[in-house]
């Protein structure tokens, strides 16, 4: 029952910006981490950024000074807003959530978004 729907990728020149977003649905109890990761061709995924329930964030040193990530807990939300792309940051952008749904018992899991494609290119 639970999802994550993500949207907000497309293609920019160098420079430009993009907002990813992603939304959680389903029998949620609650949200703990969310995150963003990315895969470029030929490469392994990666973590881009992650942020506790409590807002606290990491990020790859890559990406630092340039991406934000953020929540919104009442919408189950997470966004990252990626400002002064590089062609460096083409990849297929992952969403991330570990969720606890709501069940017999009260496991948690790992939950994926379908991906959406960020290119940077003149």
């Not at 420079?15 to 949620?28: E, N, P, T, V």
């Not at 929540?71 to 189950?76: E, G, L, Y």
């Amino acid at each position: 029952q639970v999802q994550l729907v993500e949207s907000g990728g497309g293609l920019v020149q160098p420079g430009g910006s993009l907002r990813l977003s992603c939304a959680a649905s389903g029998s949620i109890f609650s949200i703990n981490a969310m995150g963003w990761y990315r895969q470029a061709p030929g490469k392994q995924r990666e973590l881009v950024a992650a942020i506790t329930s409590g807002g606290s964030t990491n990020y790859a040193d890559s990406v630092k000074g340039r991406f934000t990530i953020s929540r919104d807990n009442a919408k189950n939300t997470v966004y990252l807003q990626m400002n002064s792309l590089k062609p460096e940051d083409t990849a297929v952008y992952y969403c991330n959530a570990e969720i606890v749904p709501y069940s017999g018992s009260y496991p948690k899991y790992d939950y994926w978004g379908q991906g959406t494609q960020v290119t940077v290119s003149s």
